[in-house]
């Protein structure tokens, strides 16, 4: 059977993680988050008071950026790779409002882009891999067999992020959830360099009233039949 890149793209909190791992799964693919990187670049330059304090230190940033070494690693128990920042297990802690609260003010950044554009180019140039983020169909792979843009509502968003939160022990409010999502929609949409946007040739997909079981069949068919016209 023929491998394809896949493509998910799409506003935050639309599911696209979920979706692509499950998708990765079902297909005996590599899952790579793209988001979690540049989380993960976040969480370095909140650590080091690069971003998040009174003033930005963009220029200290993008001189530390050699030493940033992002790398996944599989665990077999949760049935998934977490990110490892400098040999150290961050998944938890870049999923916090907080890191939200910089990071896209962090992927604006075109040095931090170009460093790892060129790593997620590196991790699926065999094909074979699903690849979820915010510029993967238009940037990263534009030659994308497959692209997905996937879409909600920014109140359903937040509710579903609001919810997630909640249940990891943090202490939000949904008014602040649901601005921090409107926010990322601004910028995500509005930065200058590699801004989201629907790829050409991408299928916009709206899952405001969908569950995952019906996300997943429906791509899971669309890649199907792209895989099936590749043998």
Same mark, same amino acid.
């Not at 799409?10 to 979690?36: E, H, M, P, W």
């Given at each position: ?12 909190s ?8 499950? *998708? =990765?799964? +079902?297909?005996?693919?590599?899952? /790579?988050? !793209?988001?979690?990187?540049? @989380? ?52 938890r802690?870049?999923?916090? *409002? =907080?890191? +939200?609260?910089?990071?896209?003010? /962090?992927? !604006?950044?075109?040095?931090? @882009? ?21 510029d ?63 790829a ?31 043998k």
């Amino acid at each position: 059977m023929g491998k394809i890149t896949i493509a998910i793209d799409g506003f935050s909190s639309t599911g696209k993680s979920t979706i692509a791992k499950q *998708l =990765a799964k +079902s297909l005996g693919y590599i899952y /790579v988050d !793209t988001g979690a990187m540049y @989380r993960g670049v976040t969480l370095f330059a909140m650590r080091h008071g690069y971003v998040g304090g009174e003033e930005d230190n963009i220029d200290g940033l993008i001189e530390a950026l050699p030493n940033i070494n992002l790398k996944f690693v599989y665990n077999e128990a949760l049935g998934f790779a977490e990110l490892y920042l400098n040999g150290e297990n961050v998944e938890r802690e870049i999923r916090t *409002l =907080a890191v +939200s609260r910089q990071v896209s003010r /962090v992927a !604006t950044i075109e040095a931090v @882009r170009l460093k790892l554009v060129a790593i997620q180019q590196e991790m699926g140039k065999d094909k074979g891999v699903v690849m979820d983020g915010r510029d993967i169909g238009t940037v990263v792979f534009p030659d994308a067999e497959l692209k997905i843009f996937m879409t909600a509502s920014p109140e359903t968003r937040a509710a579903r992020r609001y919810k997630e939160l909640l249940g990891k022990g943090e202490k939000v409010t949904y008014e602040d959830v649901l601005k921090n999502v409107q926010q990322r929609d601004y910028i995500d949409s509005h930065r200058e360099f590699s801004p989201l946007k629907i790829a050409e040739n991408s299928i916009e997909f709206d899952n405001s009233d969908m569950g995952l079981k019906e996300q997943l069949d429906r791509i899971l068919n669309f890649a199907l039949r792209i895989i099936e016209k590749e043998k």
